[in-house]
């Protein structure tokens, strides 16, 4: 199995990249599969893409590609089935792409400094979060969406307002989720802004059911 890992940016880059890609792809060689990572937009092709089991948008931000063909390529892609994983500041690009939108599940709006909060796990049921505790405390960049996307993905956690200061989403707070409404499975998680989040257990098998789910593997 192969999962790439694209991370360009073009608006906000955020430093904990690097340990992100190195994170992945550690990930991969402890558990059975390759990540290829780039900033490339050039593997944003329909026989590029058709190699992969997934594509993981690593803190991406602004325009993906230049390129109208790539916006095809991603959308055709995950209609025929091709998995898509958010991570952090996916949900910070490509704010004018419809398709995109739907893909991720929500647009970034704004976010408190970071601190620590409380996490709630509504849904045990998923391989992202089967490991988890009813309530994970952690410390990471809250973000707020334009629209709360509960209705049209299955909300897997929600942040707890009340643990930190700054929130403006309210009681009912995602900050992870997955749908297959378009084709292939989509899950994306609004953790991962510091460096740290890349080195915490729980965390990273946050991220590996993420995968394990939209490729396929579970």
């Known amino acids: 199995m ?4 694209y991370s360009r940016t073009t608006g906000f880059r955020h430093d904990s990249i690097p340990a992100g890609v190195a994170a992945l792809t550690a990930l ?54 091709g998995g898509f994983a958010g991570i952090h500041a996916a949900s910070t690009t490509e704010y004018d792409w419809p398709f995109f939108g739907t893909l991720v599940g929500a647009r ?11 996490i709630l796990v509504e849904d045990r049921a998923h391989a992202s979060t089967a490991h988890l505790p009813e309530t994970w ?18 909300v897997l956690l929600r942040a707890d307002e009340t643990s930190y200061t ?8 995602p900050l992870a989720w ?13 953790l991962g802004h510091t460096d740290a989040s890349f080195a915490e257990p729980a965390m990273l098998a946050h991220l590996l059911g993420g995968l394990r789910y939209v490729s396929g593997s579970r």
């Open 28 to 81: 991969g060689r402890d558990h059975g599969f390759e990540v290829v990572a780039t900033e490339d937009p050039a593997v944003l092709t329909p026989a590029d893409l058709s190699g992969f089991a997934a594509v993981t948008f690593l803190s991406t931000s602004g325009t993906v590609s230049d390129d109208p063909a790539a916006h095809d390529a991603l959308e055709g892609y995950v209609r025929g089935g």
């Open 2 to 5: 192969r999962i790439l890992v």
């Open 108 to 118: 970034f709006d704004t976010h408190p400094e970071v601190q620590p909060a409380r």
């Open 137 to 154: 405390a952690r410390t990471d960049e809250w973000y707020d969406f334009r629209t709360n996307p509960r209705g049209s993905v299955r």
């Open 166 to 173: 700054g929130g403006k989403m309210g009681a009912d707070h």
């Open 178 to 190: 997955c749908h297959d409404t378009l084709g292939g499975r989509s899950f994306y998680t609004a």
